[in-house]
């Protein structure tokens, strides 16, 4: 007969978890390393808007952001609303919202544009229960299209030649 003791099992796995965990790494760590290349060395444009501020602490997170560095990332930041799912009275049960980010990366000591590009998504979000429920999903989907937003332009900031030539 098969010996099964749960103690043991649970604490087996419980061991293979934090094995293998140890060989995570973030997501943004590129395998060769190239986000420590502009990690701590980008200052982001100041926020105006919401949508804005949301972006930039993404960015934030994503690449760091510090005073007087060595590069500044300049952006634009456009938001556009259609309306979709139309009933025969003319309510939308459906928004979609587009977004589009012009963004340029610029060298502060040589003066130049390392990298000028832009980047889009849409999100949609559901348009007909409750106006609080409706307010709630029009927020959560702009928090949503802001993290979409500044993952595109983390991936064409390391995927760009700029990268290639200052490693």
Known sequence: ???????????ALLFSVL?????????????????????QRVDLREPITSNEFRLNRYLASRIGDAEDAEFFLEYELFTETKRTALSFDGKAYRIRILGEV??????????????????????????AILAVTDQAS?????????????????????????MNNET
């Open 1 to 11: 007969m098969l010996s099964f003791n749960k103690q043991n099992y649970l604490l």
């Open 19 to 39: 094995i293998a965990s140890c060989a995570f790494e973030p997501a943004w760590i590129a395998k060769d390393n190239k986000i420590k290349i502009l990690w």
């Open 102 to 127: 012009k963004f340029s990366l610029h060298h502060r000591e040589k003066d130049t544009i390392l990298l000028s590009s832009s980047v889009k998504d849409s999100l949609g979000y559901s348009d």
């Open 138 to 162: 029009e927020r959560d989907a702009y928090k949503r299209l802001m993290v979409l937003l500044g993952d595109r332009i983390v991936d064409e900031l390391l995927s760009s030649k700029i």
